[in-house]
Structures are given as C-alpha cells and as structure tokens.
C-alpha cells in the first residue's frame, strides 16, 4: 500500500510539472502506436497526447507520459506513466498484435481528485484494431476497445476522501476472435478488502460490528461471451461474487439481439431519438436464463440473531415474520400456489442456511413480449414462468 501511495504522489508532481509538455499526434509516431491513439479519436472524439516516444533497437516501442481526458462533461482523466510495447506484429485487414504490453504508474482522476491508482498492468496478444476510413456503428463503438489474451493487475488501490482499500490479482484472459469481439471473457478478483475506517463511514446505517464483521473481504469470479454482429450484440453472464464468512451471490442470464442502432442512439445521450423509436428498436431483444442465488456461508445465522436480539424475539417467530412478509408482497399475483411454494423455499432455507435461487425465463422472451404482459402480474408470471426453490 505505501508503494500505491508513493506512486499516486509522484504521478501528481509529474503531471503537475510536465502537463503543457505534452504533445499531438506526430508523423513518426510508430503505425501500432497511431492505431492506437486514433481509435480513441474515433470513439470518443478525443485523441489521447504523450510526451515521448521511444522505439529500441529490438523494435520495443516506449511510450512516456500518456494522458487522456474523456470528452467535456465527463470531467475523468487518467494518466499512464510508461507504455511498453513488445514484439509487434502488423495483421493486414485488422490491425496490431502485441506479445506483450505493460502498463506503469496509471493514475485516474476526477474533477482534479485523484481516486485510484494501479501501479502494474501485463498483457499479453493483445489486439489493437485498424481504424477505418469509412468506419460502421459498430466499428465506432468499439474503435476503442482493445483485447488481450491474458491480462494480471497485481493491485489496485481505490481513494476514497483521505483513506484507501485494496483490490488485489485481478486476472483476465479472453478466448475467441477479438477482432469480431466474438468469444469468452473470464475474470478473477483474487480479493477485495474494505477496512473498518471506511466501513465507519456508514456510521449506523450499516450494523456491520454487531454482526459480527470489522472488515469486508470480497472475491469474484465472472464470465462473459459476447457475440457480435455489424447489425446486434447478444451476451450472456455468469457472475459470483463471494463475501469472506457471508456467502456467495451467483447472477446469471442470457441476453440477445440488442440492435447496435440502439446501442448508437444510447451514445448520443440527450440528443436521442423519441423514445417511441427507442421502445421500438428495444422490443426485439430477447432475454432468457436468469437467475439470482445466495449460497450462505454464515451470514444469514448472523441477520436472524441480530434481528431476533432487535425485536426480542425468537429466531422461529423471525422466520414467521419473514413467511408472513413474503405473503404480503405477493398478494398483487393472486396466484396463492406460487407463494406457498416461495414461502416454503423461504422457510427451507432460513431454517438451515444453504442455497436459495429465483430463476426465469428458461426459453427466450422478447422484451415486447414482457411490455405486453406487464400490465398483468399473474399473465408476467407465467410468461416468466418464475421458479424459487432452496437447497437445490
């Protein structure tokens, strides 16, 4: 942490001293380095500066003092101390292909105040795309994004007011065709502390000492495959994420056929189409396999003796209170076969802390389908055809 915070301070100064040193695109810029810097250009209208470049004998090209500034209004910027590209190979028709790229010193701001720093960046094949000269939505959209085979950040510290976490070996690799951006995205987030000084932050609202907790630890493990297509983007995910003596929440779906004019008009911000147009190009996509899960791993024990202490009661009359609860809620369905089944799986799981999981839409719905029935909370339900079940 005080390398992290030894960097954030240097990177300050430097950028401090050296910000009108740096410079616009230059006709020597090397061809991967002009890809690079122009796909930023083509995606957000703002081109990237630095103040140096270095290219050694061995064709490893040095970039010093990199700094981008989104586009007025965003009032973000981050800066890169050192890039360092290494065994660079020209794919006609594509674009570059590094071996190997490492970033150093890469600070991030907003409006002035520095909130992050990541020290270290390695990547390895990653993809840098040509720009086109009559570039498609889609290439517009994505001019931007690069891919790599592999990429490891070993931290990243998070500022937040005078006092920091840490997030820790954060890895990533992608299998497929990253010019199309077509295959699948795997990421591990090795660990993610929040320490007390920032839980205290929260002052009451968080009960977090009387539960037990005097930090939080976080883990994370997610995968994302995307197909695209010049005319739509479909995606599904499958994330979790894990709290060290609490448990694991598990979010998982399938969504497709989002058009890319939709994706154009959400860029356009506040000058977008009618929202009739908007409704209609959105109607088409279709959403199916959802899911939502906890798997307990003692934080449920904990709520049910904090809230039981609270209210002076029992832990079954907190189980009955939670049945009577979901009863409640689910009145509007008028569909009592579907709440006795969640509150069975309420009870189930509550009684003996396990598994519990909402899952929908185990075949393809279109998002018109969905505006169609929502009217209707029984006609949405069957539509959906919504499962809970614990323990399973």
């Known amino acids: 942490m005080a390398r992290l915070r030894r960097l954030v ?26 890809t690079l810097l122009d796909a930023y250009a083509l995606n957000l209208n703002v081109r990237p500066t630095y103040k140096s470049i270095d290219t050694g004998s061995d064709g490893t090209i040095t970039v010093n003092g990199f700094s981008f500034t989104y586009p007025e209004g965003m009032n973000f910027q981050y800066d890169v101390e050192k890039i360092v590209l290494k065994g660079v190979t020209e794919m006609p028709g594509k674009g570059f292909e590094v071996a190997d790229a490492n970033y150093d010193g890469m600070t991030f701001k907003l409006a002035g ?41 070993p931290e990243v510290v998070v500022l937040i007011g005078d006092k920091s976490l840490s997030i820790k070996n954060i890895h990533m690799t992608f299998e497929g065709d990253p010019w199309a951006y077509n295959g699948t995205q795997h990421m591990t987030l090795g660990e993610l502390v929040v320490p007390d000084n920032i839980l205290a932050m929260a002052g009451d609202q968080m009960p977090l000492k009387q539960l037990g907790y005097t930090s939080l630890t976080f883990s994370s493990d997610s995968t994302l495959k995307f197909d695209f297509t010049p005319q739509s983007l479909s995606f599904n995910m499958n994330v979790r994420l894990t709290g060290k003596d609490m448990g694991t929440i598990h979010i998982a779906g399938n969504i497709g ?6 994706i154009e ?107 169609q029935a929502s009217q209707d909370p029984t006609a949405l339900m069957s539509l959906l055809q919504v499962d809970v079940t614990a323990h399973q």
Do not use: C, H, Y
Not at 257 to 262: C, G, H, T, V
């Open 113 to 153: 105040q520095m909130v992050a720093a990541i020290p270290a960046i390695t990547m390895s094949g990653l993809s840098v795309r040509a720009v086109p000269e009559n570039p498609t939505t889609f290439q517009k959209t994505f001019a931007s994004s690069s891919l790599a085979r592999e990429t490891t950040i």
């Open 265 to 371: 008009a959400a860029q356009k911000g506040k000058d977008n189409e009618d929202p009739a147009k908007l409704l209609a190009l959105a109607n088409g996509i279709t959403v199916s396999g959802l899911s939502i899960g906890f798997s307990d791993a003692s934080l449920t024990n904990r709520l049910l003796d904090f809230f039981a202490a609270a209210q002076k009661m029992d832990r079954a009359q907190i189980i009955a209170t939670a049945a009577a609860t979901v009863q409640l809620s689910l009145t509007a369905l008028k569909n009592q076969e579907f709440t006795n089944k969640v509150i069975a799986a309420v009870n189930s799981f509550l009684s003996a802390p396990g598994t519990i999981s909402v899952d929908a839409a185990p075949a393809p719905i279109k998002v018109e389908q969905v505006m």
């Open 257 to 262: 056929d989002i058009p890319m004019a939709l």
């Open 9 to 34: 301070v240097s990177l300050s100064l430097a950028g401090a001293l050296g910000a009108q040193l740096s410079v616009p695109a230059r006709a020597d810029e090397p061809a991967v380095v002009k």
